[in-house]
């Protein structure tokens, strides 16, 4: 991981390092001009990739793309470029797990400054381009990563396809070429941090690439000798989860995506695969089996209207499979990948108790007043699972079916869809909330910083009550019994007298 100095970074300092990382011969390289065609600059025209002309392109000039020599190069490029920008990064992020879990951290993302991203490795002694296009492919196997319709990923640089540099700027979008935030959404730096991160990047022996490759090849043959196949399991290298997504960014982007498709269907050609995938992520992220989703997404396949993508029917469902698949192997979640303040005003807690007479519904309530502030969408409106609610609450199935129902008549919550089932299916689609109960400005509040963690809310919870009210207001509002089992609870979860 790289680790920003945050000091000012001349351009004469970035030239440099620059042309040690990226550049393997300077007789052949690419320059886009301003309205965006490539002109391939060859030895023959006896022109050479001089430090001006480096320096040029991070002026934003003109761009300046580099090629692999005839048999070696610096740096292995994975060019991840597709129409739909989120879908780049989904690939992105299944790309660099996959370097992870073959204990190759020293990879680094850059935006390609349209649609796309570059993930690059440097190397301090330069590796054959055919031992890199083998390791590319393992990875891209191991990835589960295959042509679409929509894009795909390529292997850079050879010695007829090159790469734009990074630090300059794509010349029809004129977006700048940053270095992205691998830790942050790939959030992307700025241009100076862009110099920094440059300028710390470090560079490993090929020998790591070949021990992979190794590896592989070794299991391979054993899966051979073993079943007579040559499959390979996605899973073999795969860590055991992968945040994609983070609060402000992805999560409205693929949870509402994944919301919309579900509700609504395909309206368009050229959407069917994020559809599945968007969908796939979120009933796995409400802890659907793999069995479910698969059969909830072949069942919403079968019901598009034909005329809303040109893939055969046949082949989409395998695609539904495939991608399913993917996702519960890889164990990839949308949930945020930082930790989220929720706010809970005092007004809130006594309204639980001086309009709700069961214990049951205000801890369902303040799951669902917890859950808006982490996922809602701008309009308020959120889905929960039965399973995070009860593991919010810690109560049972049926006693939060009650309690849902209850506040649904006390117009505290609305229900927008529930128990809608996948037709030919058993399969329930998630149920769609809201919750009117809105924070008054200058409110006292009690803040609490959560995790994923749906554990932490039940303790929350009890501090809230504890923090908003005296021993003798509870007892005074609530009958013996419920008081004396709520200082119980409330003991045992803030492990303090009451």
């Known amino acids: 991981m790289v680790i920003l100095e945050n000091k000012h970074i001349k351009i004469e300092e970035v030239v440099p390092k620059l042309r040690e990382l990226y550049i393997t011969q300077s007789h052949t390289f690419l320059k886009q001009h301003s309205n ?21 392109h991070i002026k934003g000039n003109y761009t300046i793309g580099t090629f692999g020599s005839s048999e070696m190069t610096k740096f292995i490029c994975f060019d991840v470029d597709y129409q739909d920008l989120q879908y780049a990064k989904w690939i992105t992020y299944k790309i660099i797990n996959v370097l992870d879990s073959f204990g190759l951290s020293e990879y680094h993302v850059s935006t390609s400054g349209k649609k796309g991203y570059h993930i690059e490795m440097f190397f301090s002694d330069l590796i054959n381009i055919k031992l890199a296009m083998k390791f590319f492919q393992i990875v891209l196997n191991e990835a589960n990563i295959n042509k679409d319709i929509n894009g795909n ?70 899966n051979n000798k073993s079943s007579n196949q040559t499959h390979i399991s996605n899973n073999r290298f795969s860590k055991p989860m992968l945040a994609v997504t983070d609060k402000n960014e992805d999560i409205e982007d693929i949870y509402e995506m ?69 996702i519960y192997a890889k164990d990839y979640i949308i949930v945020p990948s930082k930790s989220v303040t929720i706010q ?42 039965s399973n995070q609610i009860e593991t919010m609450t810690g109560l049972s199935r049926a006693t939060v079916g009650r309690s849902i129902k209850n506040l649904e008549k006390l117009n505290i919550i609305q229900v927008i869809e529930a128990n809608r089932k996948q037709e030919g299916t058993y399969i329930k689609k998630p149920n769609v909330y809201s919750v009117t109960f809105e924070i008054p400005e200058k409110e006292i509040v009690l803040e609490r910083v959560l995790t994923k963690d749906y554990e932490e809310v039940k303790s929350f919870y009890y501090d809230c009550v504890k923090h908003f009210f005296t021993r003798e207001e509870l007892k005074q509002i609530l009958p013996r019994r419920q008081f004396e089992s709520l200082v119980n609870k409330i003991e045992e979860h803030t492990q303090s007298q009451f």
């Open 36 to 56: 965006g065609n490539y002109i391939t600059i060859t030895k023959e025209k006896k022109l050479i990739l001089f430090d001006s002309m480096l320096k040029s």
């Open 153 to 222: 990923v390529e292997y850079r640089p050879s010695t007829n396809q090159g790469v734009k540099l990074p630090l300059g700027i794509h010349q029809i979008s004129k977006n700048f070429c940053s270095f992205c935030d691998i830790n942050n959404s790939l959030k992307f730096y700025s241009k100076n941090e862009s110099y920094d991160y440059l300028m710390n990047i470090k560079k490993i022996s090929h020998k790591r690439i070949e021990e992979v490759i190794t590896i592989y090849e070794d299991r391979v043959q054993e």
């Open 258 to 326: 994944g919301m919309r498709y579900i509700n609504e269907g395909l309206k368009m050609t050229g959407t069917r695969h994020n559809a599945l995938l968007s969908m796939g992520l979120v009933y796995k992220s409400l802890n659907y089996t793999e069995e479910d989703t698969k059969s909830i997404l072949i069942e919403w396949m079968k019901e598009q209207p034909k005329t809303t993508y040109t893939t055969p029917l046949q082949e989409a469902l395998k695609d539904a499979i495939r991608i399913v698949e993917d």
């Open 344 to 385: 809970i005003p005092k007004s809130l807690l006594k309204k639980f108790y001086n309009e709700l007479n069961n214990e049951s519904e205000r801890k369902v309530l303040f799951s669902f007043i917890v859950h808006k502030q982490k996922y809602a969408n701008s309009k308020g409106v959120f889905f929960v699972s």
